[in-house]
């Protein structure tokens, strides 16, 4: 199968909202979306760009995703953080992650970071055998630690 992957434009972000809605219904988190269209266009494509995308294209239709973001290790320098890779549930097996994941790592070695990273659900074994398969190390003996916006505030009136 073919694809077209290509850096995201603004105009595609309806479908990776979708795309991002559609992982959050298989990750059983439907209502945790908050994210918009005029969001995703501000924060990618306005004046403080925060986020990378990639799309992949079958038959010029969005199947895929993978936006990621700079990061800074103390212990490495540069990193990329890969926040989703999302192939649409009909692509799936067809290569297209593949093809996204490739088009990330050139990305991250044209920048010269030092490491890719990204968190998987421990319960998702078809993407712990994908990532482990193209030589990922999934390092289960890390937790992820969070503070969310009602986090935030709690510990800010507690100081």
């Given at each position: 199968?073919?694809?077209?992957?290509?850096?995201?434009?603004?105009?595609?972000?309806?479908?990776?909202?979708?795309?991002i809605?559609?992982?959050?219904?298989?990750?059983?988190?439907?209502?945790?979306?908050?994210?918009?269209?005029?969001?995703?266009?501000?924060d990618?494509?306005?004046?403080?760009?925060?986020?990378h995308?990639?799309?992949?294209?079958?038959?010029?239709?969005?199947?895929?995703?993978?936006?990621?973001?700079?990061?800074?290790?103390t212990?490495?320098?540069?990193?990329l953080?890969?926040?989703?890779?999302i192939?649409?549930?009909?692509?799936?097996?067809?290569?297209?992650?593949t093809?996204?994941?490739?088009?990330?790592?050139?990305?991250?070695?044209?920048l010269?970071?030092?490491?890719?990273?990204?968190?998987?659900?421990?319960?998702?074994?078809?993407?712990?055998?994908?990532?482990?398969?193209?030589?990922?190390?999934?390092?289960?003996?890390?937790?992820?630690?969070?503070?969310?916006?009602k986090?935030?505030?709690?510990?800010?009136?507690?100081?």
């Amino acid at each position: 199968m073919e694809f077209d992957i290509r850096e995201a434009v603004a105009e595609d972000m309806p479908e990776v909202l979708k795309l991002i809605k559609e992982l959050a219904s298989f990750e059983k988190e439907e209502g945790a979306v908050e994210m918009t269209v005029e969001g995703l266009v501000n924060d990618g494509f306005g004046d403080r760009k925060l986020f990378h995308c990639f799309v992949g294209l079958v038959n010029n239709t969005i199947g895929g995703m993978a936006l990621l973001y700079p990061r800074y290790s103390t212990w490495k320098g540069p990193v990329l953080h890969l926040e989703d890779l999302i192939v649409s549930e009909g692509m799936r097996g067809s290569g297209l992650g593949t093809a996204l994941l490739t088009e990330v790592v050139k990305y991250g070695a044209q920048l010269g970071v030092k490491r890719i990273s990204w968190e998987v659900l421990d319960w998702n074994d078809p993407a712990i055998a994908f990532y482990e398969k193209k030589g990922a190390r999934v390092m289960r003996d890390w937790d992820v630690v969070q503070l969310d916006e009602k986090g935030i505030q709690q510990y800010l009136n507690n100081l």
